[in-house]
Each structure stands twice: as structure tokens, then as C-alpha cells.
């Protein structure tokens, strides 16, 4: 029974980072510093606003000690209109500075966001696909949307809450030190239980946190998954077993949410309880100090409603140490896949060689590669050289690396020995740019975009042609390609053709993947084996129209059938990492027998196929295009 789509732990995140959480954060520096001075500007308006609430007690304690201690005639109120104007005073610009902090910090927190974002996607367009063999979408959804909003709270929000609190409490424990004198060495005395308890909390939520945010992605992945695979779920009636699985993810986070919010709780709880209980004890000692004579009452009164405004960020701490912890692992996450390398890049801008003019010829010397974590390379010592304007067919049995080996031709991946020259040139001392317009792929599986069918067949074209040599290639292209059917969609070449271009069958999306690689007009194609759904006169017929359209490009070939093999000038056969043989169909039929056994494997698996009905566009129907 096939299992149901779940979580991946070979392709989930790796573990957490083990730089501090100051340092951690800080490497958002680079990317903030455009939106500091907003930033920062914000944080002067916060700490403004909390020193206003500071200075309230003080306005209070000068009322309490000057006139309510001298006492007050009936008429001689104007004494309580000074203090009533500063108090009155001190909550408004309490208030605007709040209402200021928010306007400056709003826009630099979205700004900081978007940037972010790009420069995620920009790596993650860049890494190779052996990197994205390895990721989930999910993880990478989570990284790129949940985890960066988070990051945006923070910065706007947490992190200056965070600072103001911490200097709240500094400030205000100085004041209270400065007020009343011993009574503020045993209220800061509370700050033993409170650091300890903060940095026992942080170890810990820490660890739930990074869990959290890994167990979202996965089950955005499950989501991702089921959804992209949801025929193949419908169709083996696996909806319910894919429910459950998704369920027990679902109920997994939800137990670490519940861990989390726990956690957070008890920190609150303890943070609140703690300076209550100092308090308490302050009252005792303070009014055992009042009526002793060593402390004003006017200074008793001061040191509490200080104390009462030092609680809040005291309090509020266990949110904003969760904040910032959450924060901290979005901040590994997003550096996770962002500093991961990118094995495949151009020359240095002195050592790039441009690709000048040229008919294609293709040579590769000695060739290996092997695949991250696996034992043994697939390719190992490949000799093949394709001449200019030929098209050659690559056969092997399944597995034995002809997708891996059409992958380094636009450098998807680079050979781990040998080289891949395009008219004389190596391809890793070009720039990707100049090789990925001097080669263009059709693959088996094709890709379509969310965009109409005139974008996705002109998206190897360069924009800067002229409109009448675009729309040129295109016409041409849907024509070689046979995807003439293109024209009877509702909007015709406008018509946008949904996600992936599943509305399409797939005869129809390989057609249009293959519009594009001819629309590119590049010097070597490399089909791999782009024609597998359509019928054998239909695959007959584009051949036909490819070899007059590319006279003179350099064709590779991955081939399946036996009628792509015949259609070939030439024939390389793959084996055991090594082009064994390379011929005419013809020749290498009558000289070589692990190439005539491999056509008769051919032959046997097309005849098995060969019965299935086509589609008037000739689409072969398989499970999924019925
Ligand atoms: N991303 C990857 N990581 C590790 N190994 C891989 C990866 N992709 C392919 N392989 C392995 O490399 C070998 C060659 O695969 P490849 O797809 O190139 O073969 P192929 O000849 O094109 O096969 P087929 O004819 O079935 O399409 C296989 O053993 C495969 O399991």
C-alpha cells in the first residue's frame, strides 16, 4: 500500500544554529540598516514614552511632600494646577509618543520583510536542483512567508519592546535605588529569581520554538504534497490514510503549541508573582521605615507607583524573550537556506571567456559525477563528441545516467571530474547567462507556468527582440512543436493556463515545453525524451519539422522508444557510467550486443504500451491525463 504523503526528515531542516541569540539576530544587520534610523527613531519615541510614564510617580511625590503635606486653603488650589497640567502633561505625550513609535516603525518593518523575501527567493532561484531535490516546498514556503512575517513582529514590535523594557528597568530600579534607598536594593533583589527564571525559559523555549516552526513546515509540505498529488490520492483512495497522516502532523504541532504556550505561561506567571512578592515585602519594609522616620511618605509614595510602572515591562518580558526567541530561530531559518552555497557559479567577470560565434559542436572529456551522499558516481569517465548540427541519440538502460548527464550540459549541476566544451569553450568558464542561451532543455516532465501560453513558450526568448521577431518564433515554434492546438483554446495564445499547466493534457504540456525550447533557438537542444506522450506519427512529425527548422543545431536526444532511436543520425550508448559505443542505429544493431539487447528492452515496453488509445492532439492517455 503506498503511504501517505508525510514529512521528510531526510529533506527537513538541518538543526539550529549555535551562535548565540545576539549574534544570531545581528546577521539581519546588513538588510536592516537601510530602515535603522526609522528603526531607531521608533525606539527613541518608545523610550520617550516610557520615561514619561517614569515621571509621573516623581510629579506625584513633589505633590504629596509640598502641598498635601503642608496642607491646602480653600482657595488656594492653583498649588495642584501645576502638578494636574505635568501629569496631564506626561499621559499625552505618553500616548503620542506611542502613536509616533508606530507610524516610524511600520514602514521599515514591511520594507526589512519584502527585502528579506526577495533575497530568499533570488538564492533559492539560484541554488541548483540538487538543492531542491533535497528541500521541501513546504519548508521553503514556511521559511519565505510564516517565518518572515514573524520576523517582521519582532522587529517593529518585540524588539522594542524588548530594549524599552530593559530600560524601563534599568532606569526605573536607579530611580527607585536613588528614592528610597535600601527599599530599592531589596526590590532589585527580585531580579535574582527573574534573570535565572528568564534564562532557564529561554533554553528551553528555544529548542520548542525551532520545533514549532520545523513541524509547520512540514505541514505545509503535507499540504503542498497532497494537493500537487491529488490524482494519484484520488485514485488509489488514499484521501482518508492522507487525512490521518496530515492529522497526526496537525496534532503533533498542536501539542507543541500547547508545550510552547505552557512554557510561556509559567514564565509569565513566575515574572508577575515575583514582583508582587517583592513588592509585598517593600510595603512592610517601607512603612516600618516611614513611620521609623528614615523614608518620606512622599518618597514611600514615589518608590511604589515607580515600582507599579517597572512591573508591566517586567512582566511583559516573557512575551517579548518568546518573541524574540521565535524571532531568533526564523533568523537561523532564513540564514539556513540562504547562506547555503551555490555550487554552480559564473567565473570570475576577468577569467570569463565569452561564447563568440559558433556551430554547436559539443565535447565531452572524461566526465564523472556523483551525487551528494551517494556512494558511487553515476558517470565516470564519459568521452562523447556530438558535432555540430548532428543530432544524437542517448540510450541506456533505466538508471544508467542519461538525465544526469543532460543536466551538465547547462550546468543544472557541474561534473565532479572531466569537462563539457561548447565550441571550444569549458562551460564552467562561461558566464550562465551566455551558456543557458546557448543551450535550452526539453524535459519529460515539462513544466508550465501559471502565465499564458505565449509566455511560457517565449520565456527563453530575449525581451529585448523586437515584438514582430517574438510573436516570429513563437508561431514558428508552436507550429515545429505540433501544439497547433494552442489556437483552439479560448483566448488562443493568450489563454493563461492555470497552475502548471495542469488544465492542459499531457501531450499537450510536453508540446509546449518543447514550443519553448525551439522558440529559444539555441545552438545545442537537449530533449530528454520530451516526446514520450505523443503518439508515434505525431513524435514522427515534429522530428521532422525540428530537423528543418534547427539545420545546424546541435541536438542530444534522450531516447526511449525505438522510433526516436531511428530518427537520429547518430547513437551514443550509456553504460556502466561510460559511453560504451557510439554508431549509426544501423551499425551499432549489427556490432554491439548491450545495444541491441537495450532496443529489444525498448521495443518490448513500447509494444506493452503500444495499444493505449491517443487524443485527437495525440496524447498518449495514461492514468493521469483521463
Ligand atoms: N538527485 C539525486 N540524488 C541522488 N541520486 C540521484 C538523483 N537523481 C538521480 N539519481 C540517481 O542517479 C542514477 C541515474 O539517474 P538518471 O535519472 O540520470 O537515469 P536515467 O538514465 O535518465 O534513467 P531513466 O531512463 O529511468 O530516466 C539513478 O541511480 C538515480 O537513482
Redesign the pocket.
Known sequence: MPPPPSPSPARSAPAGSQLGTVASVLRLLPYVRPALPRLIAGLAASLGASLAALAIPRVLQSLVEGPLATGLSADDRTALLWPTLAVLGLGVAEAGLILLRRNLVMYPGTRVEAVLRTVLFRHLLQLP??FH??WSGGQLLSRSMADLGLLRRWLVFGLLQLVVSLVTIVVGVGILLATAGWLGVVYLAGAVPVTVIAYRFSRRYRVIARLSQDQSGDLANTVEESVHGIRVLKAFGRGDAALESFSDQAEELRRTEIRKAGNQATVTTSLQLIPELTLAVCLILGVWLAADGQISVGALVAFFLTAAVINGPVVDLGMTLSMTLNARTAVDRFFEVVETPNPVTDPAPADAEALGPGDGRLVLRGVAFR????PEP?LDGVDLELPAGTTTALV????????????LLPRLADVTAGSVEIDGHDVRALSRHDLRRAVAVAF?DPTLFSASVRENVLLGVDDSLPDTVRDRLLHEAVEVAQATFVHDLPQGLETRIGEEGLSLSGGQRQRLALARAVAARPRVLVL??PLSALDVATEEAVTARLRQVLAGTTTLV?A?RPSTVALADRVAV?SQGRVSAVGTHRELLDTDDHYRSIISSLEQDWDATAHDTTDPHGARHTEDTQ
Not at 551525487?371 to 551517494?374: G, K
Not at 541506456?396 to 543536466?407: D, I, N, Q, V, Y
Request: charged share 30%; net charge negative.
Open positions: 536542483p540538487a531535490d533535497r551525487y551528494e551522499d551517494a553515476v541506456g538502460l533505466t538508471g544508467s545516467g542519461k538525465s544526469t548527464l543532460a543536466m519529460e530528454d525524451d534522450i526511449h550509456l
